[in-house]
C-alpha cells in the first residue's frame, strides 16, 4: 500500500509537456523502491543518510530519474543540514519550481524540469554568505554524480 503526497504534476506549469514522461508502471520498474519514494511520491530521505551530503568531487549532478543535467560540484557548499546543498541550479531551465503548502508550511519545492520528478526544496534568507544566498537543498538519492569538471 503507498501513500500518495499527492498527483505529480502532468506538465510544465506554463503547460508543456515534460521532455521525459513514462507511466507510473515505467518508473516503478527503472527506480529502486527508495527512489521512487523520494522522486515520484515527494518523499525526503533521512538527514545525513544520504551519499552525496558531504561529497566535494568535482562533477555534474543528473536527475537519477531522466538523467538531465541539474547542478554542478561548483555551487555545494556545506550547509550541516544533512542532505545536499547548492546555492544555484544549473543556468536556464534545469529546475522548476513550485509552492508547497504540505506539513503546515510554506515551501518552494524543487522538480526537475525535464521529468517533473521531486528532487528537494529551496530556501531563501538563511544567511550562508553564498552568492544567491539560497539553499537548494537536494535529497541525494535524486540525484546522480557525474565526476568530471
Ligand atoms: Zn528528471
Known sequence: MTTHTGPLPATRPDGTPFVT??????????????????????????????????????????CR??????FTSDTKFDSHCGWPSFY????????IELEDVSMGMRRVEVRCASCGSHLGHVFEGEGYGTPTDLRYCINSV????EPGE
Not at 544555484?88 to 529546475?95: E, I, K, R
Not at 535524486?142 to 554524480?145: F, I, N, Q, V, W
Open 65 to 70: 530519474a531522466c538523467g538531465a543535467h541539474l
Open 21 to 62: 514522461a513514462r507511466s507510473d508502471e515505467e518508473w516503478r520498474a527503472t527506480l529502486s523502491p527508495s527512489e521512487y519514494h523520494v522522486l515520484r511520491e515527494a518523499g525526503t530521505e533521512r538527514a545525513f543518510t544520504g551519499e552525496y551530503t558531504d561529497t566535494k568531487t568535482r562533477g555534474t549532478y543528473s
Open 88 to 95: 544555484s541550479a544549473l543556468a536556464g531551465d534545469a529546475v
Open 142 to 145: 535524486s540525484l546522480r554524480l
